[in-house]
């Protein structure tokens, strides 16, 4: 099958388009390397270097047809978003949008799009659930949000078929500093050279972290199943607080942590922990790797 994933030179998108050649998938990557960087780019796969606002996607769709399309590029900062709402929209609307109007072009069979976590903003009943109520506290949750309606309109207008993945907090090798969930890869290079970490708050918050591993084959998965069109969380469905995660990598690293605390930062979720029923359901998924093989995996790939 042929497969078009935009933001194949990120963090997750890298892994998703290994987990896609790994299974013998043809593979196409649309990314206009904004936070993506070429050296993450599986040389089995075709690269172009696109912005996924611009036009040039519809010829490319018309051409290269693809059967599915995993949609992963985006504008991934809570704060830049809080700062930039207009920007954030440009890219995580407006680009959607795009890319959807696109498949429906190409008669793509079904698009696989990353949502989060933000989109359920500060819930207090853990974990979790797909049904749970939707109050975004970034501009980033809502953009998410909005195009998760835009999913489900394209499915009821113009028979669109999707699955929509809402990732927890996803860590794992060739992780950013500045995306969403990123707080393991900082605290991984600050522990790597001996600095202190600095933590937003007490330390007390918690997060559901992923390993972006299992958040490949989730992807994967959302391609072979044959009922499409569910919300699915992908999570541990387990709360780590981030004082309980220093520890760890104090463990991992073999090294006394020196923590600095810092004031809470607006737009920040307290507590996390989503359900993955639904996921173990539907996709036939469920997450493998422990937070402490994880973390260890993430702190050895450090150079
Ligand atoms: N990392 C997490 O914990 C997490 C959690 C929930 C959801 N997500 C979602 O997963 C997806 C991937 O996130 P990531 O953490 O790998 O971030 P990332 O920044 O590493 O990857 C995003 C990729 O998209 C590309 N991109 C950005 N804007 C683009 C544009 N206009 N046109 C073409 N390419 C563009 C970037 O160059 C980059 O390669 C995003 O949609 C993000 O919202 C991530």
Known sequence: MKVLVTGGAGFIGSHVVDKLIQEKCQVVIIDNLSTGLRENINPAATFIQLDIRNDEIFSLF????????IHLAAQTMVHKSLEMPDYDC??????????????RKANVK????SSTAAVYGNVTALPVVETSPKAPT????????TCENYLSLYKEVYGLDYMILRYANVYGDRQGDGGEGGVISIFARKIRQD??????????QTRDFIYVGDVANANYQSLLVDHANKICNI???????VNMLIDYMGNVAGKMVVRNYNEKREGDIYKSSLSNATARKNLDWQPHMMLLEGLAKTYHSLI
Request: charged share 20%; with cysteine; glycine share 8%.
């Open 110 to 113: 079904r698009i696989i799009f």
């Open 235 to 241: 999570s541990t469905q387990t709360e780590t607080s």
């Open 195 to 204: 600095q202190p970490v600095l933590i937003f708050g007490d330390g007390s």
């Open 138 to 145: 970034s501009f980033y949750g809502l953009s998410k949000l």
């Open 62 to 69: 018309m051409t290269e047809k693809f059967d599915f399309v």
């Open 90 to 103: 440009d890219i995580n609307i407006l680009g959607t949008v795009n890319i959807l109007e696109a498949c």
